[in-house]
């Protein structure tokens, strides 16, 4: 089962660009849809709580699902292997960039790749939107947040705390209404 959780994160973080949230729908098609390792549900809590965790995003959904399926030794094998193909790639980056970088089609390639990347970022986002209930006459509030951090440069971690206050008030306020 280790070997298996190596090869599979390997896989992924071999095959995705783009980072953690293009990660996203690699990581959730291998572990939820083909290895069945992890509930759809349950992949929306790793991915909230890897999100609270400080690092990289792929890297704590490795562990946090590795720890799941085989404790501590699971989370290591499952980090190794997302995070090696990276490490193997900007290693072979750092030797070789400088003699390419002002290569134009180097720079075409690049170039070309970065519309797949935000493609990759928006597939997760409308899958686990679905998962976790969101609704058209819900959709203005990422909608907001999104704006309030891009234009008005609020910092995400006072948005979570309000959003977590108002969670407890609204759930407060059921409670004692009732």
């Not at 193909?85 to 030797?95: C, D, M, N, Q, T």
């Amino acid at each position: 089962m280790l070997l298996l959780m190596f090869l599979t994160f390997c896989k992924i973080g071999a095959f995705t660009i783009g980072g953690g949230y293009a990660m996203l729908s690699v990581i959730e098609h291998e572990v939820v849809d083909r290895r069945k390792w992890v509930l759809r549900e349950e992949f929306l809590d790793l991915v909230v709580l890897a999100q609270t965790a400080p690092g990289i995003l792929a890297v704590n959904i490795s562990i946090l699902t590795g720890n799941k399926i085989a404790g501590r030794k699971g989370a290591l094998v499952s980090a190794l292997g997302a995070v090696l193909p990276s490490f193997i790639a900007i290693l072979i980056i750092a030797i070789f960039f400088t003699q390419f970088q002002d290569n134009v089609y180097v720079r075409k390639a690049f170039s070309a790749v970065r519309p797949a990347v935000i493609a990759l970022i928006a597939v997760p986002v409308f899958k686990l939107s679905k998962t976790a209930g969101l609704n058209w006459k819900m959709a203005f509030i990422p909608v907001a947040v999104a704006l309030l951090i891009w234009q008005l440069k609020i910092s995400p971690v006072f948005i979570i705390c309000l959003a977590i206050l108002t969670g407890i008030a609204t759930q407060y306020y059921k409670a004692h209404k009732r």
